[in-house]
Protein backbone atom coordinates (compact mmCIF):
# COMPACT_ATOMS: atom_id res chain seq x y z
CA UNK A 1 0.00 0.00 0.00
CA UNK A 2 1.36 3.51 -1.02
CA UNK A 3 2.87 5.41 2.55
CA UNK A 4 3.64 1.70 4.32
CA UNK A 5 7.37 2.39 3.01
CA UNK A 6 7.80 6.22 4.37
CA UNK A 7 9.66 6.60 7.36
CA UNK A 8 9.26 10.04 9.13
CA UNK A 9 12.01 12.02 10.67
CA UNK A 10 13.09 15.33 11.98
CA UNK A 11 16.01 17.03 11.01
CA UNK A 12 17.61 15.65 13.96
CA UNK A 13 17.76 12.36 12.81
CA UNK A 14 18.42 13.11 9.34
CA UNK A 15 21.84 14.81 10.16
CA UNK A 16 22.03 11.92 12.52
CA UNK A 17 21.50 9.50 9.63
CA UNK A 18 23.89 11.54 7.19
CA UNK A 19 26.80 10.74 9.85
CA UNK A 20 26.19 7.14 10.20
CA UNK A 21 25.82 6.68 7.10
CA UNK A 22 29.37 7.65 7.09
CA UNK A 23 30.74 5.75 9.99
CA UNK A 24 29.30 2.19 8.44
CA UNK A 25 30.85 3.18 5.14
CA UNK A 26 34.24 3.46 6.73
CA UNK A 27 34.60 7.32 5.79
CA UNK A 28 35.10 8.74 9.48
CA UNK A 29 35.85 7.41 12.59
CA UNK A 30 33.06 6.22 15.84
CA UNK A 31 35.26 8.81 17.59
CA UNK A 32 34.89 11.75 15.35
CA UNK A 33 31.03 10.58 14.77
CA UNK A 34 30.69 11.22 18.53
CA UNK A 35 32.53 14.82 18.29
CA UNK A 36 30.46 15.50 15.67
CA UNK A 37 26.70 14.62 17.40
CA UNK A 38 27.83 15.29 20.80
CA UNK A 39 26.99 11.77 21.71
CA UNK A 40 29.46 9.24 23.36
CA UNK A 41 31.27 6.48 21.24
CA UNK A 42 29.31 3.75 23.56
CA UNK A 43 25.67 5.51 21.87
CA UNK A 44 27.50 5.50 18.10
CA UNK A 45 28.33 1.78 18.59
CA UNK A 46 24.54 1.39 19.16
CA UNK A 47 23.15 3.31 16.83
CA UNK A 48 25.23 1.58 14.19
CA UNK A 49 24.39 -2.01 15.09
CA UNK A 50 20.52 -0.85 15.29
CA UNK A 51 20.67 1.01 11.74
CA UNK A 52 22.84 -2.74 10.27
CA UNK A 53 19.87 -4.40 11.91
CA UNK A 54 17.10 -2.27 11.37
CA UNK A 55 18.40 -0.27 8.01
CA UNK A 56 18.24 3.58 8.28
CA UNK A 57 14.53 3.45 11.00
CA UNK A 58 16.90 2.29 13.25
CA UNK A 59 18.23 6.01 13.71
CA UNK A 60 14.50 6.40 15.12
CA UNK A 61 14.52 6.50 18.80
CA UNK A 62 12.11 3.28 19.72
CA UNK A 63 9.45 4.45 21.97
CA UNK A 64 8.54 7.43 19.59
CA UNK A 65 4.72 7.43 19.03
CA UNK A 66 4.07 5.10 22.25
CA UNK A 67 2.65 6.16 25.22
CA UNK A 68 5.03 7.36 27.94
CA UNK A 69 5.02 5.03 31.22
CA UNK A 70 4.79 8.25 33.00
CA UNK A 71 1.93 9.82 31.23
CA UNK A 72 -1.55 10.64 33.42
CA UNK A 73 -4.52 8.48 32.48
CA UNK A 74 -7.72 9.18 30.80
CA UNK A 75 -9.40 8.44 33.74
CA UNK A 76 -7.21 11.20 35.47
CA UNK A 77 -7.08 13.35 32.17
CA UNK A 78 -10.75 13.33 32.39
CA UNK A 79 -11.32 14.52 36.13
CA UNK A 80 -8.83 17.17 35.77
CA UNK A 81 -10.85 18.66 32.60
CA UNK A 82 -14.18 18.05 34.10
CA UNK A 83 -12.45 20.53 37.22
CA UNK A 84 -11.05 23.33 35.19
CA UNK A 85 -14.56 23.96 33.92
CA UNK A 86 -16.56 23.56 37.10
CA UNK A 87 -14.27 25.71 39.64
CA UNK A 88 -11.12 27.32 36.99
CA UNK A 89 -13.03 27.87 33.80
CA UNK A 90 -11.34 31.94 34.27
CA UNK A 91 -7.87 30.64 34.93
CA UNK A 92 -4.87 30.39 33.65
CA UNK A 93 -3.12 27.25 33.47
CA UNK A 94 -0.26 28.36 35.69
CA UNK A 95 -2.57 29.33 38.67
CA UNK A 96 -5.16 26.30 37.74
CA UNK A 97 -2.47 23.76 38.18
CA UNK A 98 -1.37 25.12 41.19
CA UNK A 99 -4.98 25.15 42.67
CA UNK A 100 -5.52 21.84 41.18
CA UNK A 101 -2.55 20.66 43.62
CA UNK A 102 -3.29 22.88 46.50
CA UNK A 103 -6.98 21.75 46.67
CA UNK A 104 -8.04 18.92 44.93
CA UNK A 105 -4.33 17.15 45.67
CA UNK A 106 -4.29 16.41 41.68
CA UNK A 107 -0.29 16.66 40.72
CA UNK A 108 0.14 18.23 37.15
CA UNK A 109 2.16 20.64 35.34
CA UNK A 110 1.04 23.68 33.72
CA UNK A 111 2.42 23.25 30.50
CA UNK A 112 0.46 19.93 30.61
CA UNK A 113 -2.73 21.02 31.23
CA UNK A 114 -2.02 23.90 28.95
CA UNK A 115 -1.33 21.63 25.88
CA UNK A 116 -4.86 19.41 26.82
CA UNK A 117 -7.08 22.13 26.85
CA UNK A 118 -5.84 23.48 23.23
CA UNK A 119 -6.59 20.04 22.05
CA UNK A 120 -9.44 19.86 23.68
CA UNK A 121 -10.52 23.34 22.33
CA UNK A 122 -11.10 24.89 25.66
CA UNK A 123 -10.91 28.43 25.97
CA UNK A 124 -8.59 29.50 29.34
CA UNK A 125 -7.27 33.14 30.15
CA UNK A 126 -4.01 34.26 28.08
CA UNK A 127 -1.40 36.63 29.15
CA UNK A 128 -1.67 39.60 27.05
CA UNK A 129 1.27 41.06 25.63
CA UNK A 130 2.54 44.47 27.25
CA UNK A 131 4.12 46.83 25.39
CA UNK A 132 7.84 47.06 25.54
CA UNK A 133 9.18 49.77 28.60
CA UNK A 134 12.29 50.86 29.74
CA UNK A 135 14.10 48.62 32.03
CA UNK A 136 14.86 50.30 35.57
CA UNK A 137 17.21 48.31 37.65
CA UNK A 138 15.78 46.90 41.44
CA UNK A 139 17.34 49.17 44.12
CA UNK A 140 20.38 46.62 45.94
CA UNK A 141 18.83 47.10 49.74
CA UNK A 142 15.74 45.74 51.32
CA UNK A 143 13.40 49.29 52.34
CA UNK A 144 15.26 51.56 50.25
CA UNK A 145 12.27 52.02 48.31
CA UNK A 146 9.06 50.94 48.69
CA UNK A 147 5.81 51.38 45.83
CA UNK A 148 2.54 52.49 47.13
CA UNK A 149 -0.65 52.78 45.29
CA UNK A 150 -4.93 51.72 45.42
CA UNK A 151 -6.10 49.39 43.29
CA UNK A 152 -10.04 49.97 42.87
CA UNK A 153 -11.51 46.68 41.82
CA UNK A 154 -13.99 43.95 42.37
CA UNK A 155 -12.20 42.46 44.64
CA UNK A 156 -15.35 40.67 46.09
CA UNK A 157 -16.97 40.37 42.67
CA UNK A 158 -20.61 40.20 43.38
CA UNK A 159 -20.26 38.85 46.86
CA UNK A 160 -19.67 42.03 48.87
CA UNK A 161 -18.85 45.46 48.88
CA UNK A 162 -17.16 47.06 46.53
CA UNK A 163 -13.66 47.53 48.21
CA UNK A 164 -10.08 49.32 47.75
CA UNK A 165 -6.56 47.22 48.05
CA UNK A 166 -3.87 49.72 49.57
CA UNK A 167 -0.61 47.80 48.37
CA UNK A 168 3.18 48.28 48.97
CA UNK A 169 5.76 45.94 47.44
CA UNK A 170 9.89 46.59 48.38
CA UNK A 171 11.29 47.55 44.93
CA UNK A 172 14.86 45.29 45.47
CA UNK A 173 12.97 41.96 46.23
CA UNK A 174 9.35 41.97 45.00
CA UNK A 175 7.73 41.71 48.69
CA UNK A 176 4.52 42.15 49.26
CA UNK A 177 2.07 43.91 52.10
CA UNK A 178 -1.25 45.43 51.62
CA UNK A 179 -5.04 45.47 53.37
CA UNK A 180 -8.78 46.35 52.26
CA UNK A 181 -10.47 49.43 52.83
CA UNK A 182 -13.52 50.85 51.39
CA UNK A 183 -11.94 53.89 49.83
CA UNK A 184 -8.77 55.15 48.84
CA UNK A 185 -8.52 58.11 51.51
CA UNK A 186 -6.21 59.67 54.13
CA UNK A 187 -6.95 57.53 56.63
CA UNK A 188 -6.40 54.20 54.73
CA UNK A 189 -3.18 55.33 53.40
CA UNK A 190 -1.98 56.05 57.07
CA UNK A 191 -3.63 53.19 58.52
CA UNK A 192 -1.43 51.13 55.96
CA UNK A 193 1.14 52.70 56.64
CA UNK A 194 1.54 52.33 60.08
CA UNK A 195 0.85 48.76 59.80
CA UNK A 196 3.64 48.70 57.54
CA UNK A 197 5.95 50.03 59.87
CA UNK A 198 5.14 48.03 62.35
CA UNK A 199 5.77 44.83 60.26
CA UNK A 200 8.98 45.58 58.55
CA UNK A 201 10.18 49.35 59.90
CA UNK A 202 10.25 52.57 58.65
CA UNK A 203 11.40 52.84 54.73
CA UNK A 204 13.83 55.20 53.73
CA UNK A 205 11.62 56.31 50.66
CA UNK A 206 8.01 55.75 49.47
CA UNK A 207 7.39 56.01 45.66
CA UNK A 208 3.46 56.88 44.80
CA UNK A 209 1.33 58.91 42.70
CA UNK A 210 -0.01 62.62 42.23
CA UNK A 211 -3.40 61.65 44.24
CA UNK A 212 -4.97 64.46 46.18
CA UNK A 213 -4.22 61.83 49.52
CA UNK A 214 -0.33 61.79 48.99
CA UNK A 215 0.19 65.46 47.17
CA UNK A 216 -1.72 68.67 48.36
CA UNK A 217 -3.64 70.52 45.68
CA UNK A 218 -4.09 73.80 48.11
CA UNK A 219 -3.29 76.91 46.63
CA UNK A 220 -1.04 79.12 48.57
CA UNK A 221 -1.09 82.59 49.61
CA UNK A 222 1.13 85.44 49.05
CA UNK A 223 2.49 85.02 52.70
CA UNK A 224 2.98 81.90 52.49
CA UNK A 225 5.18 82.06 49.09
CA UNK A 226 7.26 85.50 50.15
CA UNK A 227 7.79 82.67 53.88
CA UNK A 228 8.99 80.06 50.58
CA UNK A 229 6.25 77.31 52.49
CA UNK A 230 5.23 74.72 50.72
CA UNK A 231 2.16 72.83 50.95
CA UNK A 232 1.85 69.46 52.75
CA UNK A 233 -0.86 66.64 52.49
CA UNK A 234 -1.26 64.95 56.00
CA UNK A 235 0.36 62.09 54.62
CA UNK A 236 3.32 63.81 53.14
CA UNK A 237 3.38 65.70 56.73
CA UNK A 238 3.49 62.87 58.37
CA UNK A 239 6.30 61.20 56.58
CA UNK A 240 8.40 63.56 56.48
CA UNK A 241 8.08 63.86 60.38
CA UNK A 242 9.12 59.95 60.09
CA UNK A 243 11.92 61.00 57.98
CA UNK A 244 10.73 59.01 54.56
CA UNK A 245 11.67 60.47 51.28
CA UNK A 246 8.53 60.67 49.63
CA UNK A 247 8.56 60.72 45.52
CA UNK A 248 5.92 61.31 43.39
CA UNK A 249 5.96 59.02 40.25
CA UNK A 250 4.27 61.29 36.91
CA UNK A 251 2.84 57.89 35.30
CA UNK A 252 1.62 54.79 36.04
CA UNK A 253 4.54 53.13 33.85
CA UNK A 254 7.04 54.74 36.05
CA UNK A 255 6.04 52.96 39.38
CA UNK A 256 5.46 49.83 37.31
CA UNK A 257 5.79 46.89 39.92
CA UNK A 258 2.89 47.99 41.85
CA UNK A 259 0.87 48.27 38.78
CA UNK A 260 2.15 44.46 37.78
CA UNK A 261 1.81 43.42 41.32
CA UNK A 262 -1.88 44.93 41.39
CA UNK A 263 -2.69 42.96 37.79
CA UNK A 264 -1.27 39.70 39.41
CA UNK A 265 -3.82 40.11 42.70
CA UNK A 266 -6.48 40.95 40.61
CA UNK A 267 -5.94 37.83 38.87
CA UNK A 268 -4.95 35.53 41.98
CA UNK A 269 -6.28 37.40 44.75
CA UNK A 270 -9.83 37.61 43.60
CA UNK A 271 -10.01 33.61 42.69
CA UNK A 272 -8.27 33.06 45.72
CA UNK A 273 -11.00 34.99 47.51
CA UNK A 274 -13.96 33.57 45.33
CA UNK A 275 -12.53 29.81 46.51
CA UNK A 276 -12.81 30.62 50.08
CA UNK A 277 -15.99 31.77 49.73
CA UNK A 278 -14.86 35.05 51.67
CA UNK A 279 -17.46 37.90 51.35
CA UNK A 280 -16.41 40.59 53.28
CA UNK A 281 -13.35 43.00 53.97
CA UNK A 282 -12.31 41.60 57.21
CA UNK A 283 -12.71 38.54 55.98
CA UNK A 284 -10.02 39.51 53.27
CA UNK A 285 -8.14 41.16 55.73
CA UNK A 286 -7.55 37.72 57.58
CA UNK A 287 -7.12 36.38 53.93
CA UNK A 288 -4.27 38.79 53.40
CA UNK A 289 -1.94 37.24 56.34
CA UNK A 290 -2.03 33.93 54.20
CA UNK A 291 -1.99 34.50 50.67
CA UNK A 292 0.63 37.14 51.05
CA UNK A 293 3.50 35.23 52.76
CA UNK A 294 2.78 32.01 50.21
CA UNK A 295 2.90 34.89 47.41
CA UNK A 296 6.17 36.31 48.44
CA UNK A 297 8.04 33.07 49.44
CA UNK A 298 7.57 32.05 45.61
CA UNK A 299 7.74 35.39 43.64
CA UNK A 300 9.94 37.46 45.60
CA UNK A 301 13.57 37.50 44.73
CA UNK A 302 16.95 38.21 46.67
CA UNK A 303 18.16 41.66 47.07
CA UNK A 304 21.80 42.56 45.64
CA UNK A 305 22.77 43.65 48.62
CA UNK A 306 21.89 41.78 52.59
CA UNK A 307 21.33 45.00 53.87
CA UNK A 308 18.24 45.83 55.43
CA UNK A 309 17.32 49.41 55.62
CA UNK A 310 14.28 49.63 57.23
CA UNK A 311 14.80 51.77 60.13
CA UNK A 312 13.36 50.78 64.17
CA UNK A 313 10.81 52.97 65.56
CA UNK A 314 12.75 55.75 67.33
CA UNK A 315 12.38 55.35 71.24
CA UNK A 316 9.24 57.81 72.47
CA UNK A 317 7.89 58.05 68.97
CA UNK A 318 4.36 58.35 69.38
CA UNK A 319 2.96 56.76 66.08
CA UNK A 320 -0.15 57.41 66.71
CA UNK A 321 0.47 61.18 66.94
CA UNK A 322 2.40 61.50 63.59
CA UNK A 323 -0.06 59.43 61.60
CA UNK A 324 -2.80 61.32 61.88
CA UNK A 325 -5.33 64.15 60.73
CA UNK A 326 -3.54 67.08 62.16
CA UNK A 327 -5.67 70.23 61.85
CA UNK A 328 -5.55 74.12 63.69
CA UNK A 329 -8.33 75.70 64.80
CA UNK A 330 -9.89 78.87 66.67
CA UNK A 331 -10.02 78.62 69.88
CA UNK A 332 -13.50 80.97 70.34
CA UNK A 333 -14.59 83.35 72.88
CA UNK A 334 -16.63 80.92 74.88
CA UNK A 335 -13.92 78.42 75.10
CA UNK A 336 -15.38 76.11 72.14
CA UNK A 337 -13.44 74.78 68.63
CA UNK A 338 -15.95 73.83 65.43
CA UNK A 339 -14.53 70.88 63.63
CA UNK A 340 -15.72 68.97 61.19
CA UNK A 341 -19.45 70.21 61.30
CA UNK A 342 -19.47 69.31 65.12
CA UNK A 343 -19.10 71.83 68.44
CA UNK A 344 -16.69 71.20 71.03
CA UNK A 345 -16.75 72.49 74.57
CA UNK A 346 -12.82 73.22 76.55
CA UNK A 347 -13.21 72.56 79.94
CA UNK A 348 -9.86 73.30 80.83
CA UNK A 349 -9.01 77.04 81.17
CA UNK A 350 -6.22 77.31 78.77
CA UNK A 351 -5.35 80.97 77.05
CA UNK A 352 -4.18 80.05 73.45
CA UNK A 353 -5.92 81.77 69.91
CA UNK A 354 -5.35 78.39 68.43
CA UNK A 355 -5.35 74.98 69.39
CA UNK A 356 -4.39 71.63 66.93
CA UNK A 357 -7.20 69.00 66.79
CA UNK A 358 -5.85 65.53 66.17
CA UNK A 359 -7.85 62.63 64.48
CA UNK A 360 -6.86 59.26 64.48
CA UNK A 361 -6.75 56.25 62.51
CA UNK A 362 -8.65 54.37 65.32
CA UNK A 363 -12.11 56.88 65.13
CA UNK A 364 -10.88 59.11 68.26
CA UNK A 365 -9.60 62.48 68.46
CA UNK A 366 -7.72 64.64 70.99
CA UNK A 367 -7.29 68.41 70.97
CA UNK A 368 -4.18 69.79 72.28
CA UNK A 369 -2.37 72.73 73.42
CA UNK A 370 1.64 72.38 72.66
CA UNK A 371 2.15 68.99 74.23
CA UNK A 372 -0.79 69.51 76.68
CA UNK A 373 -3.99 67.19 75.76
CA UNK A 374 -7.26 69.42 76.81
CA UNK A 375 -10.44 68.40 78.28
CA UNK A 376 -13.23 68.40 76.28
CA UNK A 377 -16.96 67.69 75.43
CA UNK A 378 -19.22 67.14 72.51
CA UNK A 379 -21.81 69.97 72.61
CA UNK A 380 -24.69 67.55 71.04
CA UNK A 381 -27.12 70.93 70.79
CA UNK A 382 -26.14 74.15 70.02
CA UNK A 383 -28.45 76.81 72.67
CA UNK A 384 -31.34 78.14 70.50
CA UNK A 385 -31.58 81.76 69.39
CA UNK A 386 -33.34 84.21 71.21
CA UNK A 387 -37.02 84.72 69.34
CA UNK A 388 -36.40 88.24 67.31
CA UNK A 389 -38.38 91.04 69.39
CA UNK A 390 -42.03 92.46 67.79
CA UNK A 391 -41.31 95.46 65.72
CA UNK A 392 -42.24 98.60 67.73
CA UNK A 393 -45.68 99.81 66.76
CA UNK A 394 -45.66 103.50 66.64
CA UNK A 395 -49.53 104.95 68.05
CA UNK A 396 -51.21 108.25 66.75
CA UNK A 397 -51.59 110.32 69.05
CA UNK A 398 -54.63 112.15 69.47
CA UNK A 399 -54.41 116.20 69.21
CA UNK A 400 -57.19 118.41 70.88
CA UNK A 401 -58.06 121.49 70.17
CA UNK A 402 -56.78 124.54 71.18
CA UNK A 403 -58.44 126.23 73.92
CA UNK A 404 -59.50 129.59 73.60
CA UNK A 405 -58.10 132.70 73.97
CA UNK A 406 -60.94 133.73 76.61
CA UNK A 407 -60.41 129.95 78.58
CA UNK A 408 -60.20 130.32 81.97
CA UNK A 409 -56.47 128.46 81.80
CA UNK A 410 -55.22 130.87 79.40
CA UNK A 411 -56.16 134.07 80.97
CA UNK A 412 -54.77 132.55 84.75
CA UNK A 413 -51.45 131.64 82.83
CA UNK A 414 -51.61 135.03 81.05
CA UNK A 415 -51.59 137.25 84.68
CA UNK A 416 -49.23 134.64 86.39
CA UNK A 417 -46.41 135.88 83.87
CA UNK A 418 -47.51 139.11 83.92
CA UNK A 419 -46.94 139.14 88.04
CA UNK A 420 -43.35 137.35 86.95
CA UNK A 421 -42.38 139.95 85.07
CA UNK A 422 -43.10 142.65 87.53
CA UNK A 423 -40.88 140.93 89.70
CA UNK A 424 -37.76 140.49 87.95
CA UNK A 425 -37.77 144.31 86.83
CA UNK A 426 -38.24 144.89 90.92
CA UNK A 427 -35.23 142.57 91.53
CA UNK A 428 -33.41 144.20 88.60
CA UNK A 429 -33.74 147.63 89.93
CA UNK A 430 -32.71 147.22 93.56
CA UNK A 431 -29.41 145.80 92.07
CA UNK A 432 -28.54 148.57 89.89
CA UNK A 433 -29.45 151.27 93.34
CA UNK A 434 -27.05 148.69 95.25
CA UNK A 435 -24.30 149.11 92.44
CA UNK A 436 -25.06 153.06 92.47
CA UNK A 437 -23.74 153.52 96.48
CA UNK A 438 -20.93 151.27 96.17
Not at 75 to 82: A, P, R, V
Not at 164 to 181: N, Q
Not at 216 to 230: G, P, R, T
Not at 247 to 252: D, L
Request: net charge positive; proline share 5%; charged share 35%.
Amino acid sequence: MPGEDMITMSQRDLKRLHVVRKVIDRAITQKQASDIMDLSERQIRRIVVRMRTDGDQGIIHRLRGKRSNRAASEKKKHKILMLFKARYHDFGPTLASEKLFERDKIKISDETLRLWLRKEGIPYRERKKRPHRQWRERKPCFGQMVQMDGSHHAWLEDRGPWCVFMGYIDDATGIPFGRFYTKEGTMPALDSLKRYIKRYGIPQSIYLDNHTTYKSSKKLSIEDELKNEIALSQFERAAEELGINIIHANSPQAKGRVERLFRTFQDRLVKDLRLEGIKTIDGANDHLKRFLPKYAKRFSVKAHAADDLHRPIPDGTDLDRILCVRTPRTLRNDFTVAYNRTLYQVLDNVRAKRLVVEEYVNGSMKIWHKDSSLRFKVISKRPEKEPPKAPYVFKVRRVSAPQAYDHPWRVEGRQHYQQYQQREKGSQKEKGLLLAVT
